[in-house]
C-alpha cells in the first residue's frame, strides 16, 4: 500500500493544535525530522499519545563505528511477522554500514535500502507528520542515529478472521464489513478510517481471571475529557472475573443499569465506530467481542442508521422521521389501540367502528387481556425466531403468525383488528435501526398499555408524560441522554430529525473550540459547460 | 443546569397549558367579543410583572428567593415572603389537578372516581419534580414540541373544516375598558403565575443574562398562541355561547370534525391538554418544593415527596368540585391572590434590594 | 426512584383490581346513530334513538356469528326530556347506549315550533355528543329515520345525504354548534336543514293564526305513505327497522333521491318556516354560500333554449348603510360560474354573448334573492340574513336602539339593495358547439 495521496479535498487535521502555520506553508512538510535518534522517538510517540501498540525495537548492529537504528511501527496494524523476517533478519547479518563499502557518496540510509532487498519498495520521510502518517497507515519505520530522515515500507497486516458483512446492521449502500473478535484487528479497521495523530488508543486489562484486554479509542480534543477520564476511572474500578463481550462491560460502567433505555451503542461496523468517534465519543473495544460499544449515546441514536452517512440528505431525512414515527407506533400502536376501542370509540368513524365492533361480536376475552396476551406471544414468536437455527425460522413465522394468528381469529379467540394493530406494532419496531435496543425500549409499552385500559388516554397521556421524564433524567457519564447533541457537537432537534448536507454541518472542533464553524473548503458546483 | 431556551419552553409551556382550557378571558368576566383584548392585557402586565421577579433572580444569580430574601429581610420575614409565594404555587398545583380531573370527568369519563385521574398526575409531577431542574427542562423541550404541534394542528383544522364564522371581533370596546380589564385580571394572575418560577428557577438558569428575555418571550409567544385560539373561539362559538362553556376550547374542538378520518378533535387536544397540565403541575410542584427547601435549607427533592403525600387528599377528596374551582379563579379571587403575591412578595424583596444597593452605592 | 416506581405500581394495582370504571367492551355498547325528538303527549316529548347492532353488519367472512340479521333497532320513549328518555330506552336495551357517535339529530316539526332551547342545551352539556352532528327538522322525527333508505343504516344515509346536499347549491349543512352560537349571537336567527319526504302530503301547520305552507311546487301532494307519518300507529319498542331489502324487492324503488333538503328558518329556538329549493337558493346567494348546483337562464341569444351554468363559488358581503337617519343594507354577491350546457350553435367566446349571459344571471340571481327576502322579511319576521349582526358590530350604539324591536318592526321593513356581480370563468371544455 502506497502512502496514499487523497484526491479532491485535502484532508483536514482535526484540531489545529500542534500544527505548525509555516510548516503548512512548506507542502506539507512539517517539522523536520533530527538527527537524534531519542528525539525522534520521543517525538514520535508523543505525538501519538504514547499508544499501547506503538513498538519501538532497537537494533545494535555490528561493527564499529555503528549507528543506533530503531524500527518503528504500530503493532496492531502491522504484521509483525514480517517485520522480523524482512527488516530485522537482514539487518542483523548485515555486517556493518560503512561509509567504505559503498563509496563516500551513500549515507547510512543509502545504504539501509540498498540492502533490504527483500522489501518491494521503501520511501523515504523527512518530516515528522509524514513519518507519523505513514506509521498510522501502516508502514514500519526505520529510524537511524544522526540522520535526519527516516525509511519506511508497507507491512499492513491481513485480519486473523476474514471480515464479514455486519450482519445486525445491514445497510444496502455503504461499507460490507463488520468487526471481528480480535481487537488488533479491529483497531486496524478503525485506524484505517482515522489517520490522524490525535486517534489515541488506550489499553485496559479487566478481569481477574480473564485478563481481557479492553481498549478505549476516541480522538484526544474531540471527545470531551471529564467523559474520558470518568470512563477510565469506571474502567479501573471494575473488579470482576469474567469479560467475555462488551454486554458484559456494558452493564459494569453503565449509569442505570435498570433502565428499559440503553445509553451504550453497540455496533458492528468499523465505519459508525470512525464516524461516531468523529463526533466526540468514545469507542470501547473488548477482546473476544465483535461489537464496539460508543459511549455516551444520546437517544436520538435510536433513528440512526449507519446509512444515514452515505444517503443524500433528504432520503435519509425522510427515513429518521419514518424511523421515529416507527418507533412511536411499536411503542404506542397497542396501548392505543385498547384506549380508543374501549374509552374513546367516538374519535373512530362510524363505518370503520362499525367493522372493529362487529369482529368484535363473540370473542370471550375483554380488549385489555386480549392485548396482553397477543403481545407477550408476539415477542415469543419473534425470540423464538431468532433463536433457532436459519432453516427453522421460516417455519416458526409460518406457524406464529399464519396458522396461530388466522385460527385464533377464525377461532374468535382474538379480534383481528387487534391482530393487525399488535402486528403493526411489531413490524414497526424493526424498523428501527438497532434491533437489540428496540426490544428493551419496547417494554414500555406494556405498562402503557396497562394504564390505556384502566384510563384512556389520560392513561397513557400520563404515563407517556412519566417516561418523558424517566428518559429525561437519564445521563450518561455526565452527560444527559435526551441531549440532542453529541458530546463534541451542538445540534438542534431539527438536525437530528433531518439530515443537513455535509457542506452545511460543521467540522467537529475539539470542545475548546466548538464554535460552529462552516466546513471550509467545499467543491462549489459548478458547470463545466458554462460559458462565462 | 437548564438553558436560557429551556427555560422559555418551560414556562410558555406552563401559561399556555394553564390557561388553554379554561381560557379565563373569554369565560369570566364580561368582555365578550373583547376578550382577545384581555389576551394582550393580560400578557402585558404579566411581562412587566415577571420582569421585576427576573430582575431579582439575575440580581442573586447563585440564589433562590428562599435564599436572597432571608439576606434581604432578615430570617423570618424572608422565610414569610417565600412562603408566601411558595404557597401559591402549592395551592395552584392542587388547584389545577383538581380541576383537571373534574374537566375530564365531566367530559369524557363519567364513571372514573376523580382520584384515578389527579393521583397518576400529582404522582407523575413529584416524580419529574424530584428529578429536578435538569430533566423538567429537558422534558419541555419534547413536551413543548408536541403540545405546539397539536394546537396549530387544531386551529389549522378549525379553519378549514370548521363550522360558519358567527361571531366577529367587532365591535372593539363598544362597552367601554372596564369589562375587558376585568377579564384580564386572571388570566394576568395565572401568566404571572408561570413566569414568576423564574423566582425559584432562575438559580439553575445557566445564561443569567438572557433569562429576562426567555422569561418574557415565554409569555409573548404563550399570548400569541392564546390569542389565536381566543379569537378562533370567539369567532367560531360566538362570545355569548364561549362564555357558557365549561372549557370553550374543547366545545370549539368538538364542533370539528374531518368525515372519515377523524371525528372528534376535543378527545385529541384533550389528551395535549393533559400533557401540558401534566407538566406545568410538575413545575409549580418544584417551585414551591425549591422555594420551600431553600428557606427551611431543606433537601427540595424530599420537600417535593412530602407535598405531594399532603396534596393527595386534597386533590382526590369530594369537598371541592367545579363550582369551587370557577369561583377559585374568578376576578375577585384571583385578583386579590394577584395583589398579595406582588404586594407581599415582590415588593418588599425589590425594595428591601433596591435600598441594600443605593446605601452600598453610595 | 425505586420508591417511587413501587408506589405507582401498587397504585396502577389497586386500580387494576378495582375494575376499570369507563371502560366498556365496544361489542357491549349499542351505538346510536341518529336521534330524533318529536312532540308527545302532554307536553311529552317522543325520543326515537337508532340503534346500531354492528354484529349484523359484519362484512367480510370473521369468526364472529352474528346473533341477529338485524341491522338496527329503534326505540321510541316519552319522556319530558331526552334524558330520562333515553334511560328509558336503556331499560330495553340490553347494552349500553352511547349516544357519542349521533351525527345527525332530526326534530319533528311540531316541536320546533314549540321551541327546542331546551333539548339542545342536553345536546350542548352532554360532552359526548358532539356538536358537529347535523340538525334537522322533518314532518315527524321518528318517521325520517324509519324511512327505507339506499343504505342499511338510516344514520348513514342521512349523514351522506347532508355532506352532498350542498353541493346542489340549494341548502347548507347546519350543525347543532352553528345553531347555538345563531341562537346566542344578537341580531341573527338560526337555521336548521329541512327534510321532507318528496310524497309527503302537503303541510299545514297553524300557530298564532298564520299559514305555513311549504310553497314549493315540487312537492308532490299524495297522501302520507304508509310507514311514514303514522306516529300514532302502534310501534312496539325496539321493533326492527323494515328491511330495506325486503321493501325494494316489493318492486318499489327506493332510493334516497325520495328526500328533499331545504331549509328551516328559526325566530329564537322556534320554527317559522320553511325556504324550499330556489327560496333556500334565494338566501344562500344573499349570505354566500351556493357551493355549486346548476343554474338555468333563457338564452339571450333567443333560441327559447335554455342554458345551463354551474356554480364554481359564490360570496358575499353585507354592509349596513345609515343615510339621514334610514338605515338599509347593502348587499353585494358575487358569483363564479362556468357554462355547462349551450343551444346548438352558441359561441361563447365573444363579449357581447358573455354580458348578455351576465346580465340574464345577474337578474336571475336577484330576483331569486328578492323573492326569499320578501318572505323572510313579511312572512317569516326573522332575520336569518343576520343583518342586525351586522349592524352590532359596526354600529352598537345603534343597535342597543333598535334591537329591542328589530324582528317585529325593523326588520320586515328594512331597505335591502343587492347588487349582484356574476362572473362567468370559463366556458367549459369547448367555446362553442359545433353547428354543420
Not at chain 2, 376576578?331 to 415582590?346: E, F, R, Y
Request: charged share 20%; glycine share 8%.
Amino acid at each position: 500500500m502506497k502512502p496514499r495521496r487523497s484526491f479532491g479535498r485535502t484532508p483536514r487535521p482535526i484540531g489545529t493544535l500542534g500544527e505548525n502555520k509555516s510548516g503548512q506553508k512548506e507542502n506539507g512538510s512539517g517539522n523536520g525530522l533530527e538527527a537524534d535518534l531519542e528525539a525522534n522517538l520521543r517525538a514520535i510517540s508523543s505525538l501519538l499519545g504514547n499508544p499501547s501498540d506503538l513498538a519501538v525495537r532497537r537494533l545494535a548492529l555490528h561493527g564499529e563505528p555503528q549507528p543506533d537504528i530503531a524500527v518503528v511501527y504500530l503493532a496492531s496494524v502491522v504484521q509483525s511477522q514480517e517485520v522480523s523476517l524482512t527488516v530485522i533478519e537482514p539487518l542483523l547479518s548485515l555486517s556493518h554500514v560503512s561509509h567504505e563499502a559503498q563509496g563516500e557518496v551513500a549515507g547510512p540510509l543509502e545504504v539501509l535500502r540498498l540492502s533490504l532487498p527483500t522489501i518491494h519498495s521503501i520511501y523515504e520521510a523527512r518530516s515528522l507528520k509524514d513519518l507519523t502518517a505513514a506509521l498510522l497507515e501502516g508502514n514500519v519505520a526505520i529510524l537511524v542515529d544522526g540522520e535526519p530522515a527516516a525509511l519506511y515500507f508497507d507491512a499492513v497486516r491481513p485480519p486473523t478472521r476474514l471480515y464479514q458483512v455486519p450482519t445486525s446492521e445491514t445497510t444496502v449502500i455503504g461499507p460490507q464489513i463488520g468487526l471481528v473478535e480480535s481487537v488488533d484487528d479491529n483497531l486496524a479497521l478503525i485506524r484505517a478510517r482515522i489517520r490522524h495523530p490525535r486517534l489515541r488508543v488506550e489499553k485496559h486489562v479487566i478481569g481477574r481471571k480473564s485478563k481481557t484486554d479492553v481498549r478505549l479509542v476516541y480522538i484526544e480534543g474531540v471527545a470531551p475529557r471529564e467523559v474520558v477520564d470518568e470512563l477510565r476511572r469506571r474502567l479501573s474500578e471494575i473488579d470482576t472475573d469474567l469479560i467475555l463481550d462488551t454486554g458484559m462491560l456494558r452493564d459494569l460502567i453503565t449509569d442505570r443499569p435498570y433502565s428499559p433505555f440503553v445509553m451504550e451503542r453497540m455496533t458492528e461496523r468499523p465505519d459508525t465506530v470512525a464516524a461516531e468517534i468523529n463526533l466526540g465519543r468514545i469507542a470501547i473495544l473488548v477482546e473476544g467481542s465483535p461489537f464496539a460499544m460508543l459511549v455516551p449515546s444520546q437517544f436520538f441514536t435510536l433513528i440512526e442508521s449507519a446509512e444515514d452517512y452515505y444517503l443524500n440528505p433528504l432520503s435519509a431525512s425522510v427515513l429518521k422521521v419514518l424511523r421515529m414515527f416507527a418507533y412511536m407506533l411499536s411503542v404506542l400502536a397497542t396501548p392505543l389501540y385498547v384506549a380508543i376501542v374501549n374509552f374513546h370509540f367516538e374519535l373512530v368513524p362510524l363505518p370503520l367502528l362499525l367493522n372493529i365492533a362487529a369482529t368484535q361480536e363473540g370473542v370471550p376475552f375483554p380488549l385489555p387481556f386480549a392485548a396482553f396476551i397477543t403481545e407477550v406471544v408476539l415477542d415469543i414468536v419473534r425470540e423464538a425466531g431468532i433463536r433457532l437455527p436459519r432453516q427453522f425460522g421460516p417455519v416458526v413465522s409460518i406457524f406464529g403468525a399464519v396458522i396461530l394468528g388466522q385460527s385464533a381469529v377464525q377461532a374468535g379467540f382474538v379480534p383481528p383488528g387487534l391482530i393487525i394493530v399488535a402486528m403493526m406494532g411489531t413490524i414497526c419496531s424493526f424498523a428501527v435501526p438497532r434491533a437489540e435496543k428496540a426490544l428493551a425500549y419496547r417494554l414500555i409499552r406494556f405498562p402503557l398499555l396497562l394504564l390505556g385500559s384502566i384510563l384512556g388516554f389520560p392513561g397513557i397521556t400520563i404515563g407517556a408524560v412519566a417516561f418523558v421524564y424517566h428518559v429525561a433524567s437519564l445521563k450518561t457519564l455526565g452527560i444527559p441522554y435526551a441531549a440532542l447533541y453529541a458530546p463534541g457537537q451542538t445540534t438542534r432537534l431539527s438536525r437530528k430529525m433531518v439530515k443537513v448536507s455535509a457542506r452545511h454541518q460543521p467540522i467537529t472542533r475539539p470542545l475548546a473550540q466548538a464554535d460552529r464553524v462552516r466546513q471550509g473548503e467545499v467543491p462549489e458546483p459548478r458547470d463545466p459547460k458554462a460559458n462565462d | 443546569m437548564i438553558s436560557s431556551r429551556q427555560l422559555f419552553f418551560t414556562i410558555a409551556l406552563a401559561r399556555i397549558s394553564a390557561l388553554l382550557v379554561l381560557l379565563p378571558v373569554v369565560q369570566s368576566g364580561d368582555a365578550r367579543q373583547d376578550a382577545w383584548i384581555a389576551v394582550i392585557l393580560a400578557t402585558a402586565a404579566s411581562v412587566v410583572i415577571v420582569y421585576l421577579g427576573t430582575y431579582l433572580a439575575s440580581r442573586y444569580p447563585e440564589k433562590s428567593l428562599g435564599h436572597f430574601a432571608s439576606d434581604l429581610l432578615g430570617k423570618p420575614m424572608g422565610t414569610i415572603v417565600t412562603c408566601l409565594l411558595a404557597l401559591s404555587f402549592y395551592a395552584l398545583c392542587l388547584i389545577r389537578t383538581r380541576l383537571m380531573s373534574l374537566v375530564l370527568i365531566s367530559h369524557f369519563m363519567r364513571r372514573t372516581p376523580g382520584w384515578a385521574l389527579a393521583v397518576p398526575v400529582l404522582l407523575t409531577a413529584m416524580y419529574g419534580a424530584m428529578n429536578g431542574p435538569d430533566t423538567v427542562g429537558r422534558a419541555s423541550e419534547f413536551l413543548f414540541t408536541i403540545m405546539i404541534m397539536i394546537i396549530v394542528g387544531a386551529l389549522i383544522m378549525s379553519c378549514i373544516w370548521g363550522i360558519d364564522r358567527v361571531g366577529g371581533l367587532r365591535p372593539v370596546l363598544s362597552r367601554g375598558l372596564r369589562p375587558v380589564l376585568a377579564a384580564s385580571v386572571p388570566a394576568t394572575f395565572l401568566g404571572l403565575v408561570s413566569g414568576l418560577q423564574v423566582l425559584a428557577l432562575g438559580r439553575f438558569t445557566v445564561d443569567k443574562r438572557r433569562m429576562t428575555r426567555a422569561a418574557a418571550l415565554a409569555l409573548i409567544v404563550s399570548g400569541l398562541v392564546l390569542l389565536a385560539v381566543t379569537i378562533d373561539v370567539l369567532t367560531t362559538l360566538g362570545p355569548t355561547q364561549a362564555q357558557m362553556y365549561v372549557t370553550p376550547v374543547l366545545a370549539l374542538a368538538s364542533s370539528i370534525f374531518i368525515e372519515g378520518t377523524l371525528e372528534r378533535l376535543d378527545l385529541v387536544l384533550m389528551a395535549s391538554w393533559l400533557l401540558g397540565i401534566t407538566f406545568d403541575v410538575t413545575t409549580l410542584l418544584m417551585s414551591s418544593a425549591i422555594l420551600i427547601g431553600n428557606s427551611f435549607r431543606l433537601d427540595y427533592r424530599k420537600v417535593a415527596f412530602v407535598l405531594t403525600l399532603l396534596g393527595i387528599v386534597p386533590v382526590s377528596h369530594r369537598f371541592t368540585d367545579i363550582f369551587t374551582m370557577r369561583r377559585l379563579h374568578s376576578i375577585p379571587v384571583t385578583g386579590i391572590w394577584s395583589v398579595v403575591i406582588v404586594a407581599g412578595t415582590l415588593m418588599p424583596v425589590l425594595i428591601a434590594h433596591l435600598l441594600r444597593q443605593r446605601k452600598g452605592g453610595s | 426512584m425505586r420508591r417511587v416506581g413501587l408506589l405507582v405500581l401498587v397504585f396502577l394495582m389497586a386500580i387494576g383490581f378495582s375494575g376499570c370504571w369507563d371502560s366498556a367492551e365496544i361489542e357491549e355498547v349499542a351505538i346510536v346513530g341518529s336521534l330524533a325528538i318529536d312532540k308527545g303527549e302532554e307536553g311529552m316529548i317522543v325520543v326515537s334513538l337508532e340503534v346500531i347492532n354492528p354484529g349484523a353488519l359484519a362484512s367480510g367472512t370473521s369468526g364472529a356469528i352474528a346473533e341477529s340479521p338485524i341491522v338496527s333497532v329503534m326505540t321510541r320513549d316519552e319522556a319530558y326530556s331526552i334524558p330520562a328518555a333515553i334511560s328509558s330506552a336503556q331499560q330495553r336495551t340490553p347494552r349500553r347506549i352511547c349516544t357519542g357517535l349521533v351525527n345527525t339529530i332530526v326534530v319533528g316539526q311540531a316541536l320546533a315550533l314549540e321551541g327546542i332551547g331546551e333539548y339542545i342545551d342536553c345536546f350542548v352539556r352532554n360532552a359526548t355528543v358532539r356538536s358537529s352532528a347535523v340538525m334537522t327538522t322533518c314532518d315527524t322525527g321518528a318517521g325520517l329515520l324509519q324511512r327505507p333508505f339506499m343504505f342499511p343504516l338510516p344514520s348513514r344515509t342521512l349523514a351522506g345525504l347532508y355532506s352532498t346536499a350542498p353541493l346542489s347549491g340549494m341548502t347548507k349543512a347546519v350543525t347543532v354548534s352553528e345553531f347555538l352560537a345563531k341562537l346566542s349571537e344578537p341580531g341573527i336567527e338560526p337555521i336548521s336543514l329541512h327534510t321532507v319526504g318528496r310524497k309527503t302530503k302537503d303541510v299545514e301547520v297553524k300557530r298564532h293564526g298564520e299559514d305555513i305552507k311549504h310553497t314549493d311546487p315540487a312537492i308532490v301532494r299524495e297522501q302520507p305513505t304508509d310507514v311514514y307519518t303514522n306516529l300514532d300507529a302502534e310501534l312496539p319498542p325496539g321493533s326492527p327497522l323494515l328491511d330495506p331489502y325486503k321493501e325494494s324487492s316489493s318492486g318499489e324503488f327506493v332510493t334516497a333521491t325520495t328526500i328533499n333538503i331545504g331549509i328551516a328558518a328559526y325566530r329564537g329556538d322556534k320554527l317559522v318556516g320553511f325556504l324550499d329549493d330556489y327560496e333556500a337558493r334565494g338566501y344562500l346567494w344573499t349570505v354566500g354560500k351556493v357551493e355549486g348546483g346548476a343554474v338555468e337562464i333563457d338564452d339571450p341569444g333567443g333560441s327559447g333554449k335554455k342554458i345551463a351554468l354551474s356554480v364554481i363559488r359564490s360570496s358575499s358581503s353585507i354592509k349596513p348603510v345609515l343615510e339621514q337617519g334610514a338605515l338599509r343594507m347593502e348587499v353585494e354577491i358575487h358569483v363564479d360560474l362556468e357554462t355547462r350546457q349551450l343551444p346548438m350553435g352558441t359561441v361563447v367566446d365573444s363579449g357581447s354573448f358573455l354580458d348578455a349571459l351576465e346580465n340574464a344571471l345577474n337578474a336571475l340571481i336577484l330576483r331569486e334573492a328578492r323573492t326569499t327576502l320578501n318572505k323572510v322579511q313579511k312572512e317569516l319576521k326573522t332575520d336569518i340574513y343576520g343583518f342586525g349582526n351586522r349592524v352590532y358590530r359596526t354600529n352598537p350604539k345603534l343597535w342597543a336602539e333598535l334591537e329591542p324591536r328589530w324582528n317585529e318592526e325593523v326588520f320586515p321593513d328594512l331597505e335591502v339593495n343587492f347588487t349582484v356581480k356574476s362572473r362567468i370563468r370559463a366556458p367549459g371544455a369547448a367555446y362553442g358547439v359545433s353547428t354543420r
